[in-house]
C-alpha cells in the first residue's frame, strides 16, 4: 500500500493567515493526489484533485501543488469557515490511502 | 445534483455482520465507481471498497475477506456488508462516488459522499 503523510497533525493559525499542509507519499504517485476538507460531524469535501485542479466551487484562495512524492496545499488568506481538518489522498492505485489529517485550529 | 443517502443498523454486537445500502439520487450508477469509506472516532480515513454498475468490484486487502458490496442498478443503490465485526470495525462509514477525470490517464476522486452512518459494536 502507498502509504501518505500529512505535516502538521495540527496546526494553530488565525483569520487572514496563510497556511501550507504538506503531504509526502511513500513512492511517486505521480500527480494522483487529492485534498478533501471534513468540517465536525460532515462528510468529507473535496477541495483539489490532481494535485493541483480546484473543484468546481471551491474558493480560490485554495490551492494546491506538487507532484511525485511531495504534495502541498495552500490557503492564501484563512477565513472563519476554514477551520477544519485536511486530509490528502492518493488514487494512483488501490488501496486508495489518506494521510492522517491535519487539523487547522484557532490560534 | 446527485446526492447520496446511506442507511442501516448503527449498533451492533461482535460476530455480527454491519449491512449498509447507499441510494443514489439525481444521477445514474453508470459510468462511474462507488465506494465505502470509514472513519474510526477521532481518526482518519480508510477506503474499504468499491463497485462499478457492471459489479466489479475491488477491496482493500485488509477487509477483503470479510466486505462484500454489491449493486442493484434497479433501485440505484449500492451495498457494503461487513461480517464478523468486532470493536475495531466501530466507525462512521461513508458511500461516495469516485469520479474518473479521463485525460488519457484515469484519474479517480471522491465527488460526492453520503452523509454517514456511526456503527457502534459493542457487547
Known amino acids: 500500500d502507498i502509504q501518505m503523510t500529512q505535516s502538521p497533525s495540527s496546526l494553530p493559525a488565525s483569520v487572514g493567515d496563510r497556511v501550507t499542509i504538506t503531504c509526502r507519499a511513500s513512492q511517486s504517485i505521480s500527480s494522483y493526489l487529492n485534498w478533501y476538507q471534513q468540517k465536525k460531524g460532515k462528510a468529507p469535501k473535496l477541495l483539489i484533485y490532481t494535485a493541483s485542479s480546484l473543484q468546481r466551487g471551491v474558493p480560490s484562495r485554495f490551492s494546491g501543488s506538487g507532484s511525485g512524492t511531495d504534495f502541498t496545499l495552500t490557503i492564501s488568506s484563512l477565513q472563519p469557515e476554514d477551520f477544519a481538518a485536511y486530509y490528502c489522498?492518493?488514487?494512483?492505485?488501490?488501496?486508495?490511502?489518506f494521510g492522517q489529517g491535519t487539523k487547522l485550529e484557532i490560534k | 445534483q446527485v446526492q447520496l443517502q446511506q442507511w442501516g443498523a448503527g449498533l451492533l454486537k461482535p460476530s455480527e455482520t454491519l449491512s449498509l445500502t447507499c441510494a443514489v439520487y439525481?444521477?445514474?450508477?453508470?459510468?462511474?465507481?462507488w465506494s465505502w469509506i470509514r472513519q474510526p472516532p477521532g481518526k482518519g480515513l480508510e477506503w474499504i471498497g468499491e463497485i462499478n454498475h457492471s459489479g466489479n468490484t475491488n477491496y482493500n486487502p485488509s477487509l477483503k475477506s470479510r466486505v462484500t458490496i454489491s449493486i442493484d442498478t434497479s433501485k440505484n443503490q449500492f451495498s457494503l456488508k461487513l461480517g464478523s465485526v468486532t470493536a475495531a470495525d466501530t466507525a462512521v462509514y461513508y458511500c461516495?462516488?469516485?469520479?474518473?477525470?479521463?485525460?488519457?490517464?484515469?484519474?479517480?476522486?471522491?465527488?460526492?459522499w453520503g452523509q454517514g452512518t456511526l456503527l457502534t459494536v459493542s457487547s
Open positions: 439525481g444521477g445514474s450508477l453508470s459510468g462511474y465507481y
Open positions: 461516495a462516488r469516485v469520479f474518473d477525470l479521463y485525460t488519457g490517464y484515469d484519474y479517480f476522486y471522491f465527488d460526492y
Open positions: 489522498q492518493q488514487s494512483y492505485s488501490t488501496p486508495y490511502t
